[in-house]
């Protein structure tokens, strides 16, 4: 395989070649960077790039090779969002930085390093990660591989746009009310939000009062297995774990189909009933008949919400948004829907926040019988396009969050109660941009779901497709 078509493979396929000496760590590398700067100008999905020290690495992975070391991403070019922070480098989280560069990489950071992994460059974010678009004022609109008058979404819009593009098999990106998910639904990718606290921070502060948690975006769901193999707390390096649902690696999981699963088809948001576009909704049906061929039982059943679900994670992300910007020196260098959004947060009381917080508990128990009776729930992804970039551009902040809940009404209740979620693109609609579908499982069920969408991606290939826009 050409060097410039294992780009496209994704990165476990690069992990193999370069295991098996079909390329040498170096000369990958250079491939990635030579892709970048072709298309960095179209799409704007980094906002830094370590050249140099990425080179370094690579040719510190290359001796490790040499001497018959193993990792699931050794010597494999990688790229990481910009809430990671990476030693030598500032982190203004999408705005103006207000503090120097750090002197310690981050814990995902230094897992990835550890594992020989090749750190590129951070990824593109809107402002404190807020958005479902990656848009900003210091550094412009990340675009859409896919159709470049299109936002890639967001927040881990930069991360998608990079892996989307064919420039890294796989990224980090977080998620605290659908940042891997809206972005890979967006952008053909397969993403998964992991289970809250299954990848460890630095601190046990719980980012947005335990809405947000950290995960991979990649080409295929072994590119998204390998890192989770290399940055959760249960993956290769401690031996995997032991589950019902097989156990081992998160890499074996997605290799292995599973047993015969129960699943419910939910077309229900906390809000209610929503409109599906109708492709989007067609392709969710076909999904759940290419499911049933496979050996799976699907039928439609509604979740049991109740009226306070969609309050709980209204209540902490908007908390969780003034929070965040509360420590910050300038906070009128943040951008003005920034500030109007930490005004409503700073609405919220103590109390309000205290009540969000345990009634998670009464919400897990309304859920424990669904989850009983199923093994996973297929929902929709996105439920219409990716916004044409600009189209928030003179929204305020209560605007926009009105504007962006229409197409993502499905995502922000599994931040609530911290379940894992995987994305799984569905097939191109007939403008040509990707549709995506979620699959969701209890608690610590990612092995149960990289099973159950690797089975998917054999029977219904998807990493194949390559974005129009963009050479």
């Known amino acids: 395989m050409e060097t410039d078509e294992l780009l496209w493979a994704g990165a476990d396929a690069q992990a193999t070649a370069l295991r098996e000496g079909r390329v040498s760590a170096p000369d990958l590398l250079e491939a990635v960077l030579s892709r970048l700067e072709r298309v960095q100008p179209h799409l704007n999905a980094f906002r830094i790039v370590f050249a140099e020290t990425a080179r370094a690495e690579a040719r510190a992975a290359q001796d490790r090779l040499d001497a018959g070391e193993t990792t699931p991403l050794l010597g494999v070019p990688v790229a990481v969002k910009d809430d990671q922070d990476v030693a030598g480098d500032v982190s203004p989280a999408g705005g103006r930085p207000q ?38 004022l210091t550094y412009g609109a990340t675009r859409n591989p896919w159709d470049l008058d299109r936002t890639p979404g967001g927040s881990s819009g930069g991360t998608a746009a990079a892996v989307a593009a064919g420039v890294v098999g796989v990224a980090s990106g977080s998620d605290g009310g659908g940042s891997i998910r809206i972005p890979s639904s967006m952008c053909g990718l397969f993403g998964l939000k992991t289970t809250r606290g299954t990848i460890r921070e630095d601190t046990d502060e719980e980012h947005w009062h335990g809405l947000s948690v950290s995960g991979p975006l990649g080409r295929t769901v072994a590119d998204v297995a390998a890192m989770m193999d290399v940055v959760a707390e249960d993956g290769w390096a401690s031996g995997g774990a032991v589950s019902a649902d097989g156990g081992g690696t ?38 759940a008949d290419r499911l049933r061929a496979l050996g799976h039982e699907v039928v439609v059943r509604e979740l049991p919400y109740g009226p306070l ?103 922000p209740m599994w931040n609530v109660l911290g379940h894992p979620v995987a994305a799984v693109p569905i097939g191109l609609d007939a403008a040509g941009l990707p549709m995506g579908c979620q699959l969701v499982g209890p608690p610590n069920a990612e092995r149960r779901l990289l099973s159950l969408a690797g089975q998917l991606e054999r029977a219904h290939p998807w990493a194949q497709e390559r974005p129009p826009a963009i050479d």
């Open 99 to 136: 503090f120097g560069p750090v002197e310690r990489d981050g814990r995902m950071v230094r897992r990835l390093r550890a594992a020989g992994a090749v750190v590129v460059g951070r990824t593109h974010v809107p402002e404190r990660m807020q958005w479902p678009f990656t848009e900003t």
């Open 250 to 287: 998160y890499r074996e999981a997605a290799d292995r189909d599973p047993r015969p699963l129960r699943i419910g088809l939910s077309w229900r948001a906390p809000v209610g009933p929503v409109p599906v576009e109708r492709q989007r909704k067609a392709a969710i049906l076909r999904t």
């Open 309 to 411: 679900a969609f309050p709980q994670f209204l209540i902490r992300y908007l908390r969780g948004v003034a929070d965040d910007v509360e420590p910050l020196p300038r906070k009128d260098w943040l951008e003005p829907r920034t500030r109007a959004a930490r005004r409503l947060g700073r609405l919220v009381p103590d109390a309000a926040l205290r009540w969000a917080r345990a009634q998670e508990q009464d919400l897990h128990g309304r859920f424990a019988p669904y989850f009983a009776e199923f093994d996973v729930v297929l929902q929709p992804g996105m439920t219409d396009v990716p916004w044409k970039i600009g189209t928030f551009s003179r929204r305020g902040a209560l605007a926009t969050m009105l504007g962006v809940a229409q197409r993502m009404p499905h995502m």
